[in-house]
């Protein structure tokens, strides 16, 4: 079992009159190599859970193994460690950094894990085509449309060629023909046997995934394998 969540509660500001249970008993087993899908409506508690499954937050109460590693033991540097091998995220808002480059953005993970010059370039344009972007690899954010953006955000994601991937929203602020370029990205990853983690409130986009899982108001409501016609 690649994901293993038992009884998860994130209760914010808990004891206070502004206490929030964004998650309140999650369980959720995901294998390495799955495609899911994890959909709901906005303050159903996606993002929350997000940040736990990637590693950025630690439950209120509860359990995480990730990879067998018992997750909520763990310090705030080897949370980070984790993530840095584990986890390529995906975000709505790209988070790209203006003033680098999409070679120098998609570069910066490598970098942080001490890949070697020589590699690093590898895996920077290796990462770049896949998402059809060597060609743009020495312009900024700002000098890319939407989508392209994304795709680089998403050649950030794979450069470190991590298991998982954790996309949040990945789509969200992009046009429908753009956002079908991504998730087709994001399934030709799952073919490779990257394990794909998507989190929309979108039923539609929600529908295209092997697996889907649903949440509402901090729990799990439904958890299936269902037909898609990409497979
Ligand atoms: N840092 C925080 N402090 C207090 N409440 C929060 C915080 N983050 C999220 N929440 C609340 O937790 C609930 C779930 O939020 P979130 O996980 O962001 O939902 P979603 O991503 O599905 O929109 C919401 O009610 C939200 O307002
Ligand atoms: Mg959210």
Redesign the pocket.
């Known amino acids: 079992m690649l994901i293993d969540i038992k009884d998860v509660f ?1 209760i ?2 808990e004891g206070y009159e ?1 206490e ?1 249970r ?2 309140n008993g999650v369980s959720l087993q995901i294998d390495r190599g799955e495609f899911v899908a994890i959909v ?12 736990i499954l990637g590693c950025l937050d630690i439950p209120t109460y509860g359990d995480y193994h990730l990879d067998g590693t018992d997750v909520t033991e763990l310090s705030d540097r080897q949370l980070s460690h984790i993530r840095n091998k584990q986890i390529g995220f995906i975000f709505q808002g790209f988070n790209l950094i203006p003033a680098l480059s999409a070679y120098e953005n998609v570069e910066l993970p490598l970098i942080y894990q001490g890949v070697r010059t020589r590699e690093r370039e590898e895996r920077v344009m290796d990462a770049l085509e896949r998402v059809s972007l060597a060609d743009r690899c020495d312009h900024r954010p700002t000098e890319m449309s939407g989508g392209q953006q994304q795709r680089v955000a998403i050649a950030r994601a794979i450069a470190t060629h991590p298991p998982i991937i954790l996309a ?1 929203e990945p789509t969200g602020a992009l046009d429908s023909k753009t956002g079908k370029h991504v998730l087709q990205i994001l399934r030709q990853l799952y073919l490779e046997g990257t394990t794909v983690i998507l ?1 929309t ?1 979108d039923n539609s986009i929600a529908a295209t995934a092997p697996r889907m899982v649903r ?1 509402a108001d ?1 729990s799990i409501v439904e958890d299936h394998a269902q037909e898609v016609d990409w497979l």
């Open positions: 994130k914010y500001n502004n929030v964004a998650l709901g409506q906005s303050g159903s508690g996606k993002s929350t859970l997000m940040n949040d989190i409130h949440i901090g």
